[in-house]
């Protein structure tokens, strides 16, 4: 999670499900992820390595070997998660590796669970493939091959076949007060755009009709290789957004970008928007509008004058829709403060918005700011502020009703198909639902005429041509 929103991101947790080609004959390893889309896509680059060196992924606790429990260390309830899972799994199978973000802090994970085999941070994908090496030895190299054993050429997935995140960078550069994801993951290091690009290749060769452009700041994608040329199906390429999006688009696929600050240059990426080659969604991650909050907050880019690039985008892509998410309650916020944030709300009319009471994160700079806001006002304020937002959401929902639009299936259950618009991530967005629609599955995308709508989610049925 790029802006440290606990619940900007829902947190995933599962056992995977890959099943057992050959139970038996190879190693097993449980898998039990944590954490946000970046954390997400660690665990598929750590799973598709395990595969590749020949072990089976067990699908519960008892068939494995050992049981890797990648963690998210963001917030004092996330922490608190993740020594839970590491509990569950010592407690059903004895050996468990820990990775993710709290691996940065062995002793605290160590003093509440001892027997842990080994620890690593995040992206220290070697290092948990080391550890397990160590303790469930891999199959003989005459016994697996990795190039006539089946895995997929994308990698393993955890997320449905037919979207999947694609982290373009690690670490970041800027040093909000209320963030220790720069302590965690480092500053920022850019993937080169070829890796980058062939992997979106893959994916949408694999059928992977969406693609989640994830990372910490995806504005600043290529700063720190000075926006390097690089190579992409013989071509150069610079890895700059704007230049990855344009490629990118070729492949025909849903891209969608995530965590993106307000600088200039993001107005040079709209009209790929507008000309239809990307999605026309902006994940935003604004915090809050008072200069003074910002300041105390250290966030990147804010001194821009973000309501005219606002109006500007919508300008060039009237279609475009707008998520953020805000922090209320912030140490040192004032009342004035607040009603110039629930003002901007009013000028900027966000489609999709998320709101989070300020809380303490252990070695965060914001800790220190004077002034810190009592959970009453807190909580009044967050009401006051939802409010404010459920009232412009339900209005911009409403003008969709009597149009018609994609909306790509994410399954189909027994009331029928659910799926999502362009304007619409998977897991913090809305949903569109198609009750009694049982003629499409999940990864279709269909025309849909919408019928209704509510604060959050949307109604329709599908266009048949008669
Ligand atoms: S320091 Fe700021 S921009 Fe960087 S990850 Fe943290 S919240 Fe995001």
């Known amino acids: 999670m790029s802006d440290q929103n606990p619940a900007a991101d829902k947190s995933h947790k599962s056992d995977t499900k890959q099943g057992l080609s050959n139970p038996g004959a190879s190693p097993t390893v449980g898998f039990v992820s944590l954490g946000c889309p970046k954390a997400l896509v660690d665990s598929e680059r750590i799973l598709t390595q395990l595969k590749l060196d020949g072990y089976q992924v067990s699908p519960s606790y008892n068939g494995a070997d050992v049981v890797v429990v990648n963690t998210c260390g963001f917030i004092d309830s996330a922490k608190q998660e993740s020594l839970d899972a590491i509990g569950e799994a010592i407690a059903e199978n004895g050996r468990v ?233 912030f140490p040192g916020e004032t009342e004035d403060d607040f009603n110039m944030l629930l003002d901007w709300l009013d000028e900027a009319q966000l489609d999709r918005v998320g709101c989070f009471k300020y809380s303490p994160v252990e070695g965060a700079k914001a800790n220190d700011i004077a002034n810190p806001v009592p959970e009453e006002v807190q909580q009044e304020r967050w009401e006051r502020f939802m409010e404010k937002q459920q009232g412009i959401s339900t209005a911009k929902l409403a003008q969709k009703v009597g149009k018609r639009m994609p909306v790509l299936i994410d399954e189909v259950d027994a009331e029928g198909a659910i799926g999502r618009t362009k304007g619409d991530a998977p897991e913090i967005d809305g949903l569109v639902y198609l009750n009694g629609e049982f003629n499409v599955k999940a990864g279709d995308i269909v025309d849909v005429d919408i019928t209704h709508s509510d604060e959050y989610d949307l109604w329709g049925d599908v266009h048949r041509i008669q």
């Open 97 to 329: 590796i820990v990775t993710g973000c709290m691996g940065k802090d062995e002793s605290a994970i160590k003093a509440v669970h001892p027997s842990v085999l080994a620890v690593s941070g995040p992206q220290q994908y070697e290092e948990v493939v080391t550890a397990v090496h160590t303790y469930v030895p891999p199959p003989a190299k005459d016994q697996h091959n990795p190039f006539v054993d089946l895995v997929p050429p994308q990698g393993i997935k955890l997320t449905p076949r037919h979207y999947a995140y694609l982290k373009i960078s690690e670490g970041c550069n800027h040093r909000c007060t209320f963030c220790i994801i720069p302590s965690l993951r480092g500053d920022l290091a850019s993937r080169p755009v070829g890796q980058v690009l062939d992997e979106a290749e893959r994916l949408v060769k694999s059928g992977v009709k969406e693609l989640l452009v994830v990372s910490q700041d995806t504005s600043a994608y290529g700063v720190d290789i000075k926006y390097r040329t690089g190579f992409w199906q013989g071509r150069p390429v610079k890895s700059r957004m704007h230049e990855m999006c344009d490629a990118m688009s070729e492949l025909g696929a849903w891209v969608r970008l995530h965590y993106v600050y307000p600088y200039p240059h993001v107005d040079h990426t709209i009209p790929l928007m507008a000309e239809g080659k990307i999605l026309p969604y902006l994940d935003i991650p604004f915090q809050h509008a008072s200069p003074s909050v910002l300041k105390n907050m250290k966030r990147p880019a804010h001194q821009e004058k973000t309501l005219d690039r606002i109006h500007r985008w919508r300008e060039i892509c009237p279609d475009i829709t707008l998520r953020s998410t805000f922090i209320v309650g």
